[in-house]
């Protein structure tokens, strides 16, 4: 028999789509892993025993900036502070860059 596949009528296009169309896919994208980052990080800490001024110690840096590196709504991190934070509790930092998927078509405009 046939295996008989049914479409949502109601389904629309994905939240993706919908964050693009309003053009905030990307700070929604940026505060989702940075939010990510920052629970890691913290959840790192507490395994490993460690407070946060013994992790600012271990990053050769202040309090105050380890607050920001753990504030999962401060998106203003550096990559160098990111690394140093992640090598303080054994850690290391991966980022890659992925092709988009659904890429957006740009068509240019006839004139005439």
């Given at each position: ?26 700070e929604v994208q940026a505060r ?31 309090r105050s900036q380890l607050d ?45």
């Amino acid at each position: 028999m046939a295996k008989v596949v049914r479409v949502n009528p109601h389904a629309g296009s994905s939240f993706d789509d919908f964050l693009k169309e309003d053009g905030i896919f990307e700070e929604v994208q940026a505060r989702a892993l940075k939010r990510a980052l920052a629970e890691q990080l913290d959840e790192a800490m507490q395994s490993g025993k460690l407070n946060k001024v013994s992790m600012a110690q271990r990053m050769a840096t202040s309090r105050s900036q380890l607050d920001r590196v753990l504030d999962p709504s401060n998106l203003s991190i550096q990559l160098d502070t990111l690394i140093k934070a992640a090598s303080a509790v054994g850690r290391t930092v991966e980022i890659r860059l992925k092709r988009d998927t659904k890429r957006t078509r740009v068509t240019a405009a006839s004139n005439g």
